[in-house]
């Protein structure tokens, strides 16, 4: 017996409900590509094999959370499930304030809206699509003040969503302190390919910020994911678990912005948590405008539940370890296969990189666009852009952003696919790199005014 090879992590779970796949033809496939405009967003859930779009409100929940969603108390006031919520908040995240929001977005409204005054700056490891946009709604500007080599998809480093402290230094001596409305730090950068920022980042940032008087705003949608790394990659967290390192993450931080569809196991749900009594008398007052009541936020009581019951079962480190071991599965045989990813392996995602796996293409052709659309095409399989389309156009001269990174997401939902769906999805993009001199660039034949790349069309280039 002392030949077999120990895995190093397998599933903490077993399959108790089974939700049937179905696959098109390829000649069906075609059709309902054409009809969603060459766009994934617009294609319907019921023609995709397996669906990798994104990680978001996609997750399985367990036995004990559906349980819980019977126990919901549908109060209009005071539900007993948001007490359940705000302890789960207070103990794992230690704000000690919770508004829950009906899903991340919702935070980002009312923290913009509360924080920012006209004109002044959010400096940010990274935008994130909706973050950024309620943002600049609220007046600001956003500024990119992540590390340069969050925008290299072959730099090794094992941080490469930290902040870089002289571009955030340079840009308060630039504007002053006053001007800048808090700094935005997420976690396992999303728009960086899922790179995660290090604990001792996070202090850097906080004892820069806390000299000048700037607060810090978390987003900790994939904190517990970026927990993982710091305890497998920064040696002085190795012992800790991972509830000790989310903590000790969001103590770096004034409040946070959660959305909790991603770590949170559950299909709908957010909150905004906070440290500052006058930002959440604010922020208690403005929900009701925009969400519902502060003891509901736009949730039913058994959501809150089962977000309560996510959190105790997200920081459970099998949980987390066999989360991303099954990404890091994918990305390693993509890699052995030659096949261009962002390296590191991020911890939601695997991320294509358009621009090496189409080099006959240029960023004009909307080429991660035109590869997950053929990868639909050619296996059912549905990933989603993270490039031009969706960094959109400049507020001031209204051109494309041009962001360096050109990428496809293949995005996992938690406790979803087997490992045999995880070697179908390999064997599809390895299909797909073998012919992927023939794939042709796109033209947007329809453009909506925000966050275009949910909504925008498309059509093969001619020739
Ligand atoms: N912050 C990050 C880092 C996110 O990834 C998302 C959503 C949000 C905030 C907004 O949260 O969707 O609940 O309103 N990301 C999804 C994705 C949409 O597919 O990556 P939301």
Not at 48 to 74: H, K, P, R
């Amino acid at each position: 017996m002392t030949n077999i090879k120990k895995r190093a992590w397998a599933e903490p779970f077993k399959i108790k409900m089974v939700e049937p796949l179905k696959m098109l033809s390829r000649h069906e496939r075609a059709g309902a590509l054409r009809e969603a405009g060459f766009n994934t967003f617009l294609l319907r859930s019921e023609d995709v094999y397996i669906d990798l779009l994104t990680d978001s409100g996609t997750n399985a929940m367990s036995d004990y959370q559906w349980a819980g969603m019977m126990l919901g108390d549908e109060a209009y006031a005071g539900s007993r499930n948001y007490y359940h919520l705000e302890a789960m908040v207070q103990r794992v995240y230690g704000y000690k304030y919770l508004v829950p929001t009906h899903q991340g977005r919702g935070a980002e409204n009312l923290i913009s809206k509360i924080l920012i005054k006209p004109g002044q700056y959010v400096p940010g490891n990274m935008y994130f699509t909706t973050t950024r946009l309620h943002q600049e709604l609220a007046g600001g500007t956003f500024v990119d003040v992540i590390v340069d080599e969050a925008h290299d998809s072959t730099d090794l480093r094992p941080f490469k969503g930290n902040v870089d402290l002289g571009k955030l230094e340079a840009l308060i001596a630039k504007v002053g302190a006053a001007k800048v409305a808090y700094v935005t730090v997420a976690a396992t950068v999303n728009m960086a390919g899922g790179q995660p920022i290090s604990l001792e980042n996070l202090k850097a940032v906080r004892a820069l910020t806390a000299k000048h008087g700037i607060k810090v705003i978390f987003d900790a949608t994939r904190a517990v994911e970026n927990a993982y790394f710091i305890k497998t990659r920064e040696a002085a967290y190795a012992d800790w678990t991972i509830e000790q390192i989310v903590h000790e993450m969001c103590a770096q931080s004034d409040g946070a912005t959660m959305s909790g569809k991603k770590d949170l196991l559950v299909n709908i749900g957010g909150f905004l948590a906070i440290n500052d009594l006058d930002v959440f008398e604010e922020a208690r007052n403005l929900v009701v405008v925009y969400e519902g009541l502060h003891t509901y936020g736009g949730l039913a009581g058994r959501d809150m539940e089962a977000m309560a019951r996510g959190i105790e079962e997200a920081v459970q480190y099998d949980h987390i370890r066999a989360r991303i071991g099954q990404v890091e599965y994918v990305g390693e045989r993509l890699k052995a296969s030659g096949i261009p990813i962002v390296e590191p392996i991020g911890g939601h995602a695997i991320f294509l990189d358009a621009r090496r796996f189409l080099p006959h293409l240029t960023q004009d052709d909307f080429p991660a666009q035109a590869l997950a659309a053929e990868l639909y095409l050619e296996s059912g399989i549905r990933a989603m852009e993270r490039g031009i389309v969706s960094a959109g156009r400049d507020d001031a001269t209204g051109k494309h952003r041009y962001p360096k990174l050109e990428l496809v997401r293949l995005t996992f939902p938690r406790r979803v696919y087997t490992q045999a769906h995880c070697d179908v999805t390999a064997e599809a993009v390895e299909a797909l790199y073998e012919s992927r001199a023939e794939i042709r660039g796109l033209e947007m034949t329809y453009e909506p005014k925000y966050l275009r790349f949910f909504q925008a069309r498309f059509e093969p280039k001619a020739g």
